[in-house]
Structures are given as structure tokens and as C-alpha cells.
């Protein structure tokens, strides 16, 4: 994931689109094809939704936008204290970052230590790519936006109590005294409501006085808010605000964290509400503002601040969507957390519709919890009633997003969309001020609900179009205003079939309630994300209640009915039970490791059916649920003489076709008696092909024991080995649980589950190269163009067509982006820059994009730069759904070690995009897929290029140098220096007659000998730091050195080193200001000093008289001292403004010439840049 860019900002992710005989991607559902020997196990209903031909993609930046934010983590090679480092150390490698950072114009925003070692800079491409070559890092990672949690369903009231009942939580609350007590949940959310009685508080909103020492007194014992409420990180949203304004009062304006902490810890007797663990105690961290998105930085932040408060456990219900790599800063330190003794319980992620690889960061940390939902199994909800079916009650589940249904009683007519166009989202007369019934698919819940709203309808109700509870949304770029509803499969047909009989139907919006049965109660939920992690590590490692949760929810939100509770799905609810259940399990056995809290949960969760095809005997893949249910008294019994099997999950990662692997298992038995055990193997659904929409195949692994029964001792510790050899079915992901049944073979003892991809993953699916429609079993019958063209018509060159919000050039919202033209010509203006249009099927561990001048025929030329080429480069890439876009803004660098941006001149280039797949090596020929673009034209409308080693300077930087070889721009140097607080000085240090700058940082020089950035070629220290420093060649070897003065007494050093003073001695009064120079024309500088606009010049250094005395300019001004025409004799110029007045002479009188340039603001500074002996300016910024 380690990504510098040197051109414009980073990446751009997106959803997917529309290509040349395109169909809509977001239509399709599961293909039709198999893998090799292994048949389909349900039937997919694989007729496409057929678009219009386009020409362009349709890139929602709203779902997939930029997830970078222009900040970077800079990993140091240093452990973490956490991990055995010392601060010591990482003081050590900051220090040196800060100083590296302060010549490059970087700034180092935060620093970490105990969790993960390194910082935070903001930083442009080039200065990046530069501080690599500075420093010595280990690695590099954009800090990425991390999404406002979806509340995915905010109607149907479920009990607390339905959800704990599934997983055995309700049993060990009201039979044993166990709560939580003395342990303490940290929520790493939207903060949570200090006034809620949930928690403790008042119950009255903003009527709970928070400390930061005790919290809010009672449930909530400490927090913090690192972001404030209008903090918002997302740079498409209207309210973007990236600076944080932090206070110690996590109070939540979200309602998110809120009903994440009243599942893990709520406790309010009175309205019947508990959570998992209603004693355990809660710190409260807020990340996000009261809408937007928040960084990975700022969690990063909340992790360390948690661990140093004392949490026992972390939950984090957020995350980085699609960072699937284990090593991405936030699941590094996640791990490193746990490894400092805290359970840390992850959200898998909401993703479920876009297939494979969908979870994110931190939950694919190796060592946290990462969750998956399911269903609860009862739900109270809301109630409509529609005249044609009088008297039957119909639950529905208000759509977030939308304005809640009235519940008062309002009664309006009630239409459907005809046969053929069930699903809507196109216009329907005769809608104005009814509500539409609409089936849900082939478009989405959003574009439904604007369909009927544009049409004038005054409700919308969404009928699923299977069984089961639908969890909907309908946020979107064009605010939703009417109440939006949705009803199961069942009540949807009975309403269409009761409203074809009728004449004018009607719908009322009750206050009544409706109990029933969640038909899907227990399965996976239908938006939990599949796992595995990039490096196909199982991901998630269980499952737990998530699908229609009630719980706390703030007093005052503006979107819930001020009950202070609602309910709301999603796998962020899930989380927060393990969490409780972690501290439940934590309280009845304190000794044990969160590794430990981890193998107990897996042990003894139970697996749950396949959620696509319940009653089919098949187990949900392992990369969907991980062990599966947990269950909270098994998980506490059996850590106290139960048995324990260790590992607790089995990572095949990839192989051979037909390979084998044995894992040796390690039974414990703490009971007091034997256990004979049977291990069973029970396979689950292989998922293979386009992974946003997998086939689900019977491609099983064969898994053999070394013994049919095994025996444990009380006591004692017993091994057995499975061997499990994987499918004939290359690229698919296999997967299935061992189960460990008693000498009866009927009851469940211990379970542990295996994934891994059959084959191999760098050669057995798909990268950049991507499927074709006929892979699917569609013909041009159906789609009405040719099946072999590709799916995703991607990797592509292309081009922005439409963007509603350019920043920097960059489109940073919603954009359309093009590639059917017949000549690619970029202006390199306002985004008009060539795309590299990808679409990552898999995660790749490694990309670089390198630029080449094409040649006469179009192909590939040389190298952009005679020795350097990269453009981007990132050390993991994951499989996002749709397109990312890699702009290319025509800079570049002349080599490695180059700070200067260059621009491409005028002509013809292409693009190379190289990709190491899955986990393979760059060194390994199969493991690595290249792209070559088309050519394409870079024409600025007349307006040169430049060529390597000769860079357009931009004069409007706000920080660094601009030198000029003379007193006019543009200026003929640009670049960064030093730090912002360092006094500046220029000289020619080395004798070659060109001056450089040095910078003094207390008493330390630091000196560079060339015109550009980097660190200093020399270092030292002389004299105090409240000493006066002067520059000049005091012995005429040719060379600059230092004199530093100190009240009268000048102390000159011919060399640049410390030490003491080769020359001392008195000149002047302590109110004079002094001026360094060679006023004679001898090669040595001696010293000046002015009284008001009097100069009193002597042309040795030792006292005395003056040897020349005059008047020159006016009191305010500043004094420069150079040789402006070359004679050999420095003179005086004074600044007034911006405004500089050279005399060539040292006598009063009217100024030789004089020159406007640069800024009243800038600090001026006096050199000879092109060793032509003729001093002119340099302005610091």
C-alpha cells in the first residue's frame, strides 16, 4: 500500500460504469458459468439489465470517490513500544523525518509511537517521493477517508433481548451475575450521548456534566473528541472542513456511536433496555464530526489514546472500505493494540452486494475480531394498513435517508408500476400525491425513491424481491423528502395481488406496531462483506446479531422520533456485541490473552446456513460468517473446563492444484474428566468468478484425519492432523468448518474453520485482465452486442468528461469519464489530463505507473526522463468495485534523487501500468501483469513544455526560495529549504563561485552547496544562540565562513567548522546595525555598521576609525550589501516595500537603479546564483 505519486493527488475509486456497447454493471446479479468440475449450486438468474450503448463511464463519485486525503503515514523502521521499540528510538527516526521534512517544505502533522511507529506529513508527490530518498523509511501509506458509518434501517423495534437470545447473552444475564462488571469497553465511533440513561446519564438532552477525568459520572468513566462537530473530512461534501477542532467531550450528534455503545454496554432498567455487557464500563472516543467522513489518521489517533487509557476492550464499528491488506497502518495498529493485551472487535463491513474481498481496515488486522452480521430473528416494527387488505397489519422499516412515514393516521391512494417495470426508477404518470409500491432490484434504493419523487408521489414503499427483511438507503446526491418504507416479499405480493382487484386502494400510515418472526432471523445478513483479507487470511473470523438491532440512540436526533431508541443494521452493530460478549467472557475468566478471548469465541460459535439457500444442508462460506454465531455460555463454560482447539482458524492461502496441507490441531481439556472427540468435515459453497457478483459452486476441499476419535485426558493436551486438500477448481474460494462432536456424533463440542483459493492466486484469476460476457453464458441474443467483449472494458486510457467539483484540477465528486475517441490530446488544463482507467478484480500487493515518449508508430519509447520514469507508485491496490482512475498531470522528475517537478513538453506519450498480483513478486515474470496505453498528445495550446533539467517555475508557492540571476522574473531557481523558524544565510562555501544557502538552527549551521533541497551537505556549531551572525570571506581563500557578533566584539571563523574565534576584535556600538562586505576590492569582507542612514565602513577587521563614511536611503529601510555590476566591490541597496534602490557606489546620493519584484512579505536574501560575479536577489517564502 505504499503509494507516492509524483504527479497531482493520488487515485480516484469509483463505482462502476458504462462502456462501449455497455450493459449496467450495477444491474447484473450472479453469472451463470462454473469453474472447472464443479456445477452451480443454486441457479443464478443471469438475464443482464441491457443499457444504452456509451461511449463513457458514469463514475458515481458519491458510493467509490477519492479515499485520499493528501496526508501520508510515514512507517518507521523502529518497532512500536507496543512491540518492543523504545520512544528513544522513535524520537530518533522523527527527528531525523522533521529535519528531511523541513528542507522539502513537508509538514509533519502527527507523530505515533506506541501502537505503530512513524508520522503523519502533508505533502505533494514530488516532496514525498523526495523525503523517501531523504530518509530512511520503512514505508509509505496514503491516509485514507474513512466513511460516516450507513445506518441502514432505522423503523422495525426488536428487543435487545431477540438479539442476545441468539447468541446466548440473555441466558448468562439473567442466569448468572455476570455483566461485565470491572471491565471497560472503549467505542471508537461518533461519540455517545453523555445524557442518555442508557448510559448513566440524565435523560434530559445537554443536561449531564462531563469531566475529563470521570466522564459523565456513571456509565461513560472518560473519552475525548478529536474532531469537533463540524469536522468533515470528505471533500466532496458541501460542509467539508478537514481541520479538527478537538475538546474533551465526546457527546454524539450522529446517533451512530450511541447505538453502538448501548449494544456492547447499555443499561436503562426503565425503558427495559440492557446491552450485552450492561456493567461493563465505556470510554467514549469520537472521530467523526456531526456528518461526513472522518481519516484513518484520526482513528489511528483513537486507538493509541485508548490504549493509554486503559481499555480492555476496543470496538471499532468503522473503517476504511476495501483496504483489504493486513499491513495498512490503522490494522497494524490494531494488532499491535491486542498485542498490548486489548481485545479489539472490528465491523467487517457493510459491503456484501460488491462480493469478494469487500471487508476493509482495520478488520483485516491479523489478530482483532472482525464481525459479520445476521439476522435477529424477531422484529416489532411499524405498521401499514392498505384498504384492499382490510384489517391485516404490515410491517415496514422506514428507509434512512429519508423523512420518516407520519404514523398519525394519513390515509393516501396507493399505485404500483405496471407489469414489465416492476423495480421502477423510471418516470410513472398518474404518481402526483400517492404512494408507489416498487419492487426492489436491477436499479438502486435511491434511484427508485427520486424516480417517484420526480414524478410527484408522496410516499414510496419498497417490497424485497426475496425473503426475508430489507436494510435500505436511500441517501444519495439528490436529497429524498418523502416518506420511504420497505415491506418483505410476502406483504409485496399480497398487496399487488389485492390491489389488482381494487378500485381506488388505499395505504394508512398507523401508529400501530406488528411482532413477528425476521424470516431470515440468524442467516448472514444480505450487506455483510465477504472476506477473505488480500492475503487470504480468513476474514471475518465470526458472526453476530447486526440485521434490525434496537438500541440507544441520542435524545436529540433529528432522525428518529425522540424516544431515545432505534433500530438500525449493519455489521456495526454486530461488532459491538462481541465486544460485550468479550467482556462477559473477560469477567467470568480474567487470565485470559485476547488471543485466547478470540480461540474461545471460535471454538464454540456455531456455524449458520447458507443465507442464499437456507435448508440445503450447506453451511454459509467461511469467508462470509468465519466460525460463525457466537455463543456467549459455551465460550464461558469451556474456558473453564471445557476443551480448546488451537489454532482456532485454518489459513490455506493458495497452492498447487490438488495441493495438500496438514495442520497439526491442539485439543485442551481443562474439565476434570476425559473427552472423546470425533472430527467431522463439513464443506461450505466455493465462490468463483467476477467477484461482485461470485457463482457459488460445489467445489469442496477432501479433508482426511490422522485418527477417526481422539482421546483428551482431563488435563491434558492431545493432537490430531487434518489434511485438507483443495478443489480442481482454480481461482475459487474454498472453504468449510471441522466440527468436533462427542462419542455420540450429536452434540457440537468445538468447531474450527479452513479457507484458502484453490490454485494459484496470482495466476488463477483475474487482475487487470478481465472477463468476458461469454465467460458467463451470455449471448448477443441477450445482450444485443457481442459476448466476448470484456465486462469491465478496462484497463483503458481515457479522460475526465464531466466533473461537478474540480479541486487542484482534480475531481474530487461526482465525474464522467470517457475513452471512445479517435485521438487522445490533453490540454493539461482543469482536469484535462490522460486517465489510466483500471479495474482491479483482486488486490495487487504492488503498481507503478511509469510515463514513455511514444514513438513515430505509437509504441512504447523512451523513458519520460533519460533516467526515471515512475509516475505512481503503490504497494497495494484492493478490489474495489467498478474503476479507479490514475490521473497522469504531464510532471515528472529528472531522476530518483530529483525535487523539481518538470513538465512534459508538447507530444506524443503512453502510459505502462505494472501490477504484481495477489501476494507474488516483482522478480517473478508470472506473478506480474503489464499495461501499455495507447499514445496520446499533450498540446498546452502554444504553450511550451519543458524538458529534463529545465523546470517552469511557479513564482505563486507559498512556502520556499525563488532566486533570480537577475532582478527580474521569472526566477531562474525554486525549491524548499530548511525549516520555517531557521535564521538564512547565502555564501559560496566551497569556492566555486556560485553561492548557496545555509540555514542556523540555534547555534547549528546548516550548509548545502548546491541550489536545490535535500539535506545539508554540512553541519556544525559555533558560537551562542543569541549571537548576531554575519556571512563573508574574511581571509580571501575565496570561501564564505561565519563571524558572529556579540555586543562589540566581532569573532570570525575562516572555516566552517566550530570551535574557537581565529579573529577577535571591537568595532562599533551596541545599537549599530553591522553589514558585511568587501568594500575594497581585495577579496577579503570586513565589516560596515549604520547609525540611522549613516554607513560607517572599515576595510580591515579590527577597530578603530571608519575608513569610509556617507549617507545612503532612509531610516525604515532595509539594507542589502552585494556587488551589483561586477566590479568586485560590494555596495548598498536598500528595499522600501517591494521596491529595491541600488547604488553601485559607496557615496550619498540617488540610487543607480532600481527594480520592482516579489512580495512586501517576503524575506529577501543577497547571492550570486549563476557565478557571473554580479550578486542579485533571492526571496524566502
Not at 482536469?831 to 507503478?848: L, Q, R, T, W
Not at 508557492?957 to 531557521?982: E, K, M, Q, V
Request: hydrophobic content about 35%; overall charge negative.
Amino acid at each position: 500500500m505504499t503509494s507516492h505519486v509524483p504527479g497531482r493527488r493520488r487515485l480516484r475509486t469509483c463505482v462502476a460504469f458504462l462502456g462501449v456497447g455497455a450493459v449496467s454493471i450495477g444491474a447484473l446479479i450472479a453469472p451463470a458459468a462454473a469453474a472447472p468440475s464443479a456445477e452451480p449450486l443454486i441457479e443464478p438468474d443471469y438475464t443482464p439489465h441491457v443499457g444504452a450503448s456509451a461511449a463513457q463511464a458514469s463514475v458515481a463519485g458519491s458510493a467509490f470517490g477519492s479515499r485520499a486525503t493528501g496526508d501520508w503515514f510515514v512507517e518507521f523502521r523502529s518497532q512500536p513500544i507496543a512491540k518492543g521499540g523504545t520512544q528513544m528510538r522513535v524520537d530518533s527516526e522523527l527527528q531525523r523525518l522533521e529535519a528531511a521534512a523541513d528542507d522539502l517544505d513537508i509538514d509533519v502533522t502527527s507523530s505515533f509511537s506506541e501502537l505503530w511507529s512513524g508520522a503523519v506529513v502533508t505533502a505533494d508527490e514530488a516532496e514525498l517521493t523526495q523525503l523517501r530518498n531523504d530518509v530512511d523509511v520503512a514505508a509509505v501509506y496514503p491516509v485514507l477517508l474513512v466513511e460516516a458509518p450507513e445506518k441502514l434501517d432505522m423503523g422495525a423495534e426488536p428487543d435487545m433481548a431477540y438479539a442476545k437470545d441468539l447468541t446466548g447473552a440473555s441466558l448468562i444475564l439473567d442466569e448468572t451475575d455476570y455483566s461485565g462488571y470491572g471491565k471497560t469497553i472503549a467505542i471508537i465511533d461518533t461519540g455517545v450521548d453523555i445524557d442518555h440513561p442508557a448510559f448513566g446519564g440524565g435523560g434530559i438532552s445537554d443536561g449531564t456534566a462531563w469531566s475529563p477525568v470521570t466522564g459523565n459520572g456513571s456509565g461513560i468513566i472518560g473519552g475525548y473528541d478529536f474532531v469537533g462537530d463540524a469536522f468533515n473530512a470528505d471533500p466532496e461534501s458541501d460542509g467539508y472542513n478537514p481541520v479538527p477542532a478537538p475538546d474533551d467531550n465526546p457527546d454524539d450528534c450522529n446517533g451512530h456511536g450511541t447505538h453502538v455503545a448501548g449494544i456492547a454496554a447499555g443499561n436503562d432498567p426503565s425503558n427495559e433496555f440492557t446491552g450485552v455487557a450492561p456493567g461493563a464500563n465505556l470510554l467514549a472516543y469520537r472521530v467523526f464530526g456531526c456528518d461526513g467522513s472522518t481519516t484513518s489518521e484520526i482513528m489511528l489517533d483513537a486507538m493509541e489514546r485508548a490504549a493509554a487509557d486503559g481499555a480492555d476492550i476496543v470496538n471499532m464499528s468503522i473503517g476504511a472500505s476495501f483496504m483489504t491488506w493486513p499491513n495498512y497502518p490503522t490494522a497494524v495498529a490494531a494488532d499491535n493494540l491486542v498485542d498490548k493485551g486489548v481485545v479489539v472487535t472490528v465491523s467487517q463491513g457493510n459491503s456484501g452486494d460488491y462480493g469478494v474481498f469487500s471487508g476493509g481496515a482495520p478488520a483485516s488486522g491479523k489478530k482483532v475480531i472482525s464481525v459479520g452480521s445476521a439476522d435477529n430473528w424477531r422484529t416489532e416494527a411499524p405498521a401499514l394498513t392498505v384498504s384492499a387488505l382490510p384489517e391485516q397489519l404490515i410491517a415496514y422499516s422506514p428507509a434512512s435517508g429519508a423523512p420518516l412515514p407520519p404514523q398519525d393516521g394519513t390515509t393516501l391512494e396507493i399505485i404500483t408500476y405496471p407489469a414489465g417495470s416492476e423495480t421502477g426508477a423510471v418516470p410513472l404518470e398518474g404518481a402526483e400525491g400517492k404512494v408507489v409500491l416498487v419492487r426492489r432490484g436491477d436499479s438502486t434504493f435511491h434511484e427508485k425513491a427520486l424516480a417517484a419523487q420526480e414524478s410527484g408521489a408522496a410516499g414510496v414503499i419498497i417490497d424485497n424481491n426475496q425473503p426475508g427483511a430489507i436494510s435500505a438507503t436511500v441517501e444519495g446526491p439528490t436529497p429524498i423528502t418523502i416518506p420511504t418504507a420497505t415491506i418483505s416479499q410476502a406483504d409485496g405480493d399480497a398487496i399487488r395481488a389485492a390491489l389488482a382487484d381494487a378500485e381506488t386502494p388505499t395505504v394508512t400510515w398507523t401508529d400501530d406496531t406488528v411482532v413477528s418472526d425476521v424470516a431470515t432471523a440468524g442467516l448472514v445478513s444480505d450487506f455483510s462483506s465477504y472476506g477473505l483479507a488480500a492475503d487470504l487470511s480468513i476474514k471475518p473470523q465470526v458472526t453476530a446479531p447486526g440485521g434490525l438491532i434496537h438500541s440507544a440512540y441520542p435524545l436529540d436526533a433529528a432522525d428518529d422520533d425522540g424516544t431515545g431508541y432505534a433500530t438500525i443494521s449493519g455489521t456495526s452493530m454486530a461488532a459491538p456485541h462481541v465486544a460485550g460478549a468479550a467482556a462477559l467472557l473477560l469477567e467470568a475468566t480474567p487470565e485470559l490473552t485476547p488471543a485466547q478471548v478470540l480461540t474461545n469465541l471460535q471454538n464454540n460459535a456455531t456455524p449458520v446456513e447458507w443465507s442464499l439457500a437456507p435448508g440445503s444442508g450447506f453451511s454459509e462460506p467461511v469467508h462470509r460468517q468465519g466460525a460463525g454465531m457466537i455463543n456467549i455460555p459455551r465460550s464461558i463454560v469451556n474456558s473453564w473446563f471445557g476443551t480448546q482447539i488451537s489454532p482456532s482458524e485454518i489459513n490455506l492461502h493458495d497452492g498447487d492444484t490438488g495441493a495438500s496441507e496438514t495442520t497439526t490441531l491442539s485439543i485442551t481439556n481443562r474439565g476434570e474428566s476425559e473427552m472423546v472427540l470425533t472430527p467431522v468435515h463439513d464443506p461450505s459453497p466455493a465462490t468463483w468468478g467476477i467477484n461482485q457478483y461470485p457463482d457459488f459452486i460445489g467445489a469442496f476441499a477432501d479433508v482426511t484425519f490422522s485418527a477417526e476419535t481422539v482421546t483428551v485426558p482431563a488435563g491434558s493436551t492431545v493432537t490430531v492432523n487434518a489434511t485438507i486438500t483443495e478443489p480442481d477448481a482454480p481461482g475459487a474460494i474454498y472453504s468449510g468448518h471441522i466440527y468436533f462432536v462427542d462419542a455420540s456424533g450429536e452434540y457440537l463440542v468445538n468447531v474450527v474453520p479452513y479457507a484458502g483459493m484453490a490454485g494459484n492466486y496470482e495466476t488463477d484469476v483475474a487482475f487487470m485482465n478481465q472477463w468476458t460476457w461469454a465467460d458467463y453464458g451470455w449471448t448477443e441474443d441477450d445482450l444485443g452486442f457481442d459476448p466476448n467483449e470484456p465486462i469491465y472494458p478496462t484497463p483503458t486510457l481515457g479522460f475526465l468528461e464531466e466533473c461537478s467539483k474540480l479541486v487542484d484540477d482534480e475531481c474530487v465528486s461526482e465525474g464522467l469519464y470517457s475513452w471512445d475517441t479517435d485521438e487522445f490530446v490533453f490540454s493539461m488544463e482543469n482536469g484535462d489530463v490522460p486517465y489510466a482507467i483500471i479495474h482491479f478484480e483482486n488486490p495487487v500487493s504492488y503498481m507503478k505507473m511509469e510515463a514513455f515518449h511514444a514513438t513515430a508508430d505509437g509504441t512504447k519509447g523512451a523513458p519520460v526522463s533519460p533516467d526515471y520514469s515512475l509516475v505512481y507508485e503503490s504497494h497495494g491496490e484492493g478490489a474495489v468495485p467498478g474503476i479507479q482512475v490514475y490521473p497522469w498531470d504531464g510532471t515528472y522528475r529528472k531522476s530518483a534523487e530529483s525535487d523539481q517537478l518538470l513538465n512534459a513538453l508538447d507530444g506524443s506519450y503512453i502510459l505502462e501500468v505494472t501490477v504484481v498480483k495477489g501476494t507474488g513478486s516483482l522478480s517473478n515474470p508470472d506473478d506480474v501483469e503489464v499495461w501499455t496505453s495507447e499514445a496520446f498528445t499533450i498540446d498546452r495550446d502554444g504553450v511550451p513544455g519543458t524538458g529534463p533539467g529545465d523546470g517552469t517555475i511557479d513564482e505563486e508557492i507559498s512556502r520556499g526560495f525563488l532566486l533570480y540571476n537577475d532582478f527580474t522574473p521569472p526566477a531562474d531557481h525554486a525549491f524548499t529549504f530548511g525549516r520555517p523558524g531557521d535564521q538564512v544565510f547565502a555564501g559560496d562555501w566551497d569556492g566555486d563561485g556560485v553561492d548557496t544557502l545555509a540555514v542556523r538552527r540555534g547555534n547549528t549551521f546548516f550548509v548545502q552547496n548546491q541550489l536545490l533541497g535535500g539535506n545539508a551537505e554540512i553541519q556544525f556549531n559555533y558560537g551562542r544562540v543569541g549571537d548576531e551572525v554575519l556571512v563573508g570571506d574574511w581571509d580571501g581563500d575565496g570561501k564564505d565562513t561565519f563571524a558572529v557578533r556579540r555586543g562589540t566584539t566581532f569573532y570570525a571563523q575562516n572555516s566552517l567548522q566550530g570551535g574557537n574565534a581565529e579573529n577577535q576584535f571591537n568595532y562599533g556600538r551596541l545599537g549599530d546595525q553591522v553589514y558585511a562586505g568587501d568594500w575594497d576590492g581585495d577579496a577579503k569582507d570586513t565589516f560596515a555598521v549604520r547609525r540611522g542612514n549613516a554607513f560607517y565602513v572599515r576595510n580591515t577587521l579590527t577597530g578603530g576609525y571608519a575608513t569610509t563614511t556617507f549617507n545612503y536611503g532612509r531610516v525604515g529601510d532595509e539594507v542589502l550589501v552585494g556587488d551589483w555590476d561586477g566590479d568586485g566591490k560590494d555596495t548598498i541597496t536598500v528595499r522600501r516595500g517591494t521596491t529595491f534602490y541600488v547604488a553601485n557606489s559607496l557615496i550619498s546620493g540617488s540610487a543607480q537603479k532600481s527594480y520592482t519584484l516579489g512580495r512586501a512579505s517576503d524575506q529577501v536574501i543577497v547571492g550570486d546564483w549563476n557565478a557571473d560575479s554580479i550578486d542579485s536577489i533571492g526571496l524566502r517564502r
